[in-house]
């Protein structure tokens, strides 16, 4: 049974109890104090239903998704990624050759002459393949120390999927993505009355390759010290934890100047500043409320914020101070829960994350994503599938190994701007 069920099944059992109450001519106290404490908590368990279902709901969004209709093809290439080592395509590139074995039927599959697939980083192949890495490894007799997991760099973790961009891979060249931006029109008709042709329109947009390189630098001491095992596991979730801060920044905040890509923020309009005053627990409720358009979004569930950390820590001190008359006995008072609290219940998510922009002016910017319409791309950020091997023999007289890695990114594209807005919060004074 589901919490949502139990709730139900509770809420049941006091809808019964108070029309029994109800028909009493002349309730004791004792009763009175019942039916108040009834009221109260049939009250209280609307909010816990709605989070509930908002909790069983991503859940089986979640399993269906780990779980989906995986193919033949499919759990074969998960599988080989499992395989596949960071590691060897390293030392493959050490000796100025292609890998083999599994890496190099990655390769293949993936469709990649050389470099390592991006595809290598999916979590499919870190939770089949790679949890036995992160044990203890055992020390040789001789040596009398056990070594323990490397301790990885820690990274504020990705927000850009969340906001429903996706990442379609490019073979080759710039990449297109077309929106119809005129419908083709439909009308009423009498009797041998023709219909009017109207041509759709078309807008596309294009993104060209831009290169996000990170760099690594080994002794042959420290891998002969830490193990083979600890290396690979280290490699990859630190070469991943590096990689991926560094796309969800831009993704989130490039300019689109120079080197950067042109992110969410750039994409879209930055709004008129808040009205004087810090952002009290109405102007966040208004922030959710105006993001419903009835089209991307029809209710409060379907809309989302991620804000910046000044702006949640500041929702998460903001208290309703006052009683909401409902007609029934004593109000609601809603004095001692935060916004932060009332918005898990409420909305479609309120987050925050590191790498939003910082405030300016008092002000912090936030996006707002429309989630009401599932199964259709709102945004991309297209990758061209590898991450590449460079500079490899730099310090080589001193047993040095650098190795730089490079993917290849194209701006964010909107392919749907109605799904989004941007938004602002007044944080300080």
């Given at each position: 049974m589901t919490q949502s069920q139990r709730?139900?099944?509770?809420?049941?059992?006091?809808?019964?109890?108070?029309?029994?109450?109800?028909?009493?001519?002349?309730?004791?106290?004792?009763?009175?104090?019942?039916?108040?404490?009834?009221?109260?908590?049939?009250?209280?368990?609307?909010?816990?239903?709605?989070?509930?279902?908002?909790?069983?709901?991503?859940?089986?969004?979640?399993?269906?998704?780990?779980?989906?209709d995986v193919d033949a093809e499919t759990r074969e290439r998960i599988e080989l990624r499992s395989r596949a080592s960071v590691g060897r395509y390293l030392r493959a590139a050490l000796r100025g050759r292609l890998p083999d074995g599994a890496e190099h039927e990655l390769m293949e599959a993936a469709g990649i002459d050389d470099g390592i697939p991006l595809e290598l980083w999916d979590t499919a192949a870190l939770e089949t393949g790679?949890?036995?890495?992160?044990e203890v490894t055992g020390a040789p007799g001789t040596v009398g120390v056990n070594l323990d997991t490397i301790r990885p760099a820690i990274f504020a973790p990705s927000i850009v999927p969340r906001l429903g961009v996706e990442m379609p891979r490019v073979e080759s060249g710039t990449y297109a993505s077309a929106t119809i931006k005129t419908s083709l029109t439909a009308a009423a008709k009498g009797k041998s009355e023709a219909a009017e042709a109207t041509a759709a329109a078309f807008a596309v947009t294009t993104a060209t390759p831009k290169r996000v390189s990170a760099r690594l630098s080994l002794t042959l001491e420290d891998i002969a010290a830490v193990g083979a095992a600890?290396?690979?596991?280290?490699?990859?979730?630190?070469?991943?934890?590096?990689?991926?801060?560094?796309?969800?920044?831009?993704?989130?905040?490039?300019?689109?100047?120079?080197?950067?890509?042109?992110?969410?923020?750039?994409?879209?309009?930055?709004?008129?500043?808040?009205?004087?005053?810090?952002?009290?627990?109405?102007a966040f409720v208004s922030a959710f409320a105006d993001g419903i358009d009835g089209l991307w979004a029809s209710r409060m569930n379907e809309v989302a914020i991620v804000c910046g950390p000044e702006t949640y820590r500041l929702s998460a001190k903001t208290f309703r101070d006052r009683v909401i008359d409902t007609g029934q006995r004593g109000g609601v008072s809603l004095g001692d829960t935060s916004f932060a609290d009332y918005a898990m219940g409420k909305f479609g998510g309120w987050w925050t994350n590191k790498r939003m922009p910082v405030k300016a002016n008092h002000i912090q910017q936030a996006i707002l994503h429309r989630r009401g319409r599932s199964g259709i791309r709102t945004a991309v950020c297209p990758h061209w599938g590898r991450i590449g091997i460079d500079d490899i023999y730099s310090g080589s007289a001193k047993a040095e190994r650098h190795f730089t890695f490079h993917v290849l990114l194209g701006d964010v594209i909107l392919v749907q701007p109605d799904a989004y807005k941007q938004v602002s919060f007044r944080v300080s004074t």
């Open positions: 709730i139900e099944i509770r809420r049941s059992e006091i809808r019964q109890r108070l029309a029994e109450l109800a028909g009493t001519e002349d309730p004791s106290e004792e009763q009175l104090a019942e039916i108040g404490q009834l009221e109260t908590e049939y009250r209280q368990s609307e909010t816990r239903l709605r989070a509930a279902l908002l909790a069983e709901e991503e859940a089986e969004a979640e399993a269906a998704a780990k779980a989906g790679q949890a036995e890495a992160r600890n290396f690979e596991a280290a490699l990859r979730e630190n070469l991943s934890l590096a990689l991926s801060d560094k796309l969800d920044d831009q993704a989130l905040n490039g300019d689109g100047s120079d080197n950067d890509l042109t992110g969410l923020f750039q994409r879209l309009t930055d709004p008129n500043a808040p009205a004087a005053g810090v952002a009290g627990f109405d």
